[in-house]
């Protein structure tokens, strides 16, 4: 994190430990720590500037703070890391605490006429239970907090049973070196379908760590880390190869689909990127105009100039380019409207709320007529409910992804959803079929 950021007028790491050293001393006491960092920090901070960081920074400090009692810490250990001493004394009140703290930052925060959501896991370690030592008990935290991700929850306690088995961040980024040579990382699919003709038309390549100890682990669990170490690379044209041989296996199969691969933002940056996806589409034999890259808008705003770059080189490859998750960032439309793209993704927080008459309805149905003023397809995603399908298509959205059509499958499972696709359209008025 750059040392530009001012703090926001919260104590720091080192007063931090001070206070929880006190607590420890006071033998009497009990009492817990809650760790949390901020998941859209850095995106907020690369996309908008660091201005409307420390704005965020100073808004989250000031919801933080009216969530605590008299006599609770609060303090900004470095970046968008915060921590909380409290003297409560069981697991259940330092949970109720922590869920509060989780909560009282879901809603949206409105920086200078910018509307900003970010998400926060909260770890609890809990003195003396725990550990009677500040760095241990910091260290419990972090290992908390990381359980709470990797199970995509808002709050977890630490637990010992579970210490073996979530490792700290840095044992994390070994184990991810040493699981990229050995095949652990895995794609699942998810398919899409084309609302114009029925037929499912793509499938997206998502990314799975199958840990030798830790079981299956989503993105949610190791991306984040992934992304601020230089594994992202490696990891990215993993995927990239295992989805491309994959695209291979179904095309001999007689499935010919669009295979859509997620490229995070430092990835999209390397002028070397568009060559190397070529070098991967000619080891898997696929066609450059059957993979489709789909790319955030925070991806496109972190380097503007050598992203747009990039994006042009893939599309004179005949590749596909995808704007991801749209709707939740932060880009100008003149600015998206000069790229070589061909699709925008409703992000799935507008789509799961478009009722008829709601704020999210009328952003779905005017991305939809932008896309198409500007020449672009638009996709729906995180489609749960079947009679979405029906409102999207009376809207003019051209294509759909979500639970309700499929959840995304392992390999088999999708193989063999793809090739016995009449037992899957539950879907009125269609006949899902493979182009
Ligand atoms: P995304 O690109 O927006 O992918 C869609 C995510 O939404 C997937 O989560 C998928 O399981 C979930 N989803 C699909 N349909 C529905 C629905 O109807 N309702 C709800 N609530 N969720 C739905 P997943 O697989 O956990 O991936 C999360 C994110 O991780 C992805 O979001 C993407 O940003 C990132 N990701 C996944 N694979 C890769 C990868 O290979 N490389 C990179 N850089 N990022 C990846
Ligand atoms: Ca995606
Ligand atoms: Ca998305």
Redesign the pocket.
């Known amino acids: 994190m750059p040392a530009t950021i001012r703090s926001p007028q919260l104590p720091n790491r080192v007063s931090f430990r001070e206070a929880v050293q006190d607590a420890i001393t006071d033998r009497r006491a009990r009492a817990c720590v809650l760790l949390m960092d901020l998941d859209r920090f850095k995106e907020v901070n690369d996309t908008l500037g660091h201005h409307y960081g420390d704005l965020l920074l100073q808004q989250v400090a000031t919801r933080l703070r009216r969530q605590l009692r008299e006599g609770d810490q609060i303090a900004r250990l470095g970046g968008d890391e915060f921590a909380i001493l409290s003297r409560l004394s069981t697991r259940a009140d330092a949970a109720g605490l922590a869920q509060r703290v989780a909560d009282c930052l879901r809603g949206p925060f409105e920086l200078e006429q910018i509307s900003v959501d970010v998400q926060a896991s909260v770890g609890i370690s809990m003195f003396p239970e725990d550990a009677d030592d500040v760095e241990t008990l910091l260290q419990k935290a972090d290992v908390a907090m990381y359980q709470a991700k990797s199970t995509r929850k808002d709050v977890a306690v630490y637990d010992e049973r579970c210490d073996n088995h979530s490792p700290s961040k840095l044992a994390l980024t070994a184990d991810l070196r040493a699981g990229l040579q050995d095949d652990q990382i895995v794609?699942?699919y998810?398919p899409a379908l084309d609302l114009r003709s029925g037929q499912v038309f793509s499938v997206?390549?998502?990314?799975?760590w199958e840990h030798p100890r830790l079981g299956l682990l989503?993105?949610?669990a190791f991306?984040e880390m992934t992304?601020h170490t230089n594994l992202?690379k490696p990891?990215?044209h993993r995927?990239l190869d295992v989805a491309l041989l994959q695209a291979a296996t179904w095309r001999e199969l007689g499935i010919e689909l669009t295979m859509a691969?997620?490229?995070?933002p430092g990835?999209l940056i390397d002028e070397q990127f568009p060559s190397q996806v070529l070098d991967a589409l000619r080891r898997a034999g696929v066609p450059p105009a059957q993979l489709k890259l789909?790319v955030?808008e925070s991806a496109l705003m972190s380097d503007p100039e050598v992203a747009h770059e990039v994006l042009l080189e893939l599309s004179k490859l005949g590749i596909q380019i995808s704007i991801?998750?749209f709707g939740t960032g932060y880009s100008s439309l003149a600015y998206l409207a000069d790229l070589p793209v061909s699709e925008v993704?409703i992000?799935?927080s507008f789509v799961?709320r478009m009722g008829s008459r709601s704020k999210e309805g009328i952003i779905v149905n005017s991305t939809i007529d932008l896309a198409h003023n500007l020449g672009l397809r638009a996709i729906a995603?995180?489609?749960?409910e079947l009679s979405l399908i029906s409102d999207l298509k009376t809207l003019g959205c051209d294509a759909a992804?979500?639970?309700?059509i499929s959840?995304?499958l392992t390999t088999g499972d999708a193989t063999e959803w793809l090739l016995n696709l009449e037992k899957v359209p539950r879907i009125e008025g269609f006949k899902a079929r493979v182009a």
């Open positions: 794609a699942w998810q997206e390549a998502l990314v799975r989503p993105p949610a991306l992304e992202i990891l990215t995927v691969v997620n490229v995070s990835v789909e955030t991801d998750d993704k992000d799935r799961g995603e995180g489609v749960e992804q979500g639970f309700a959840y995304p």
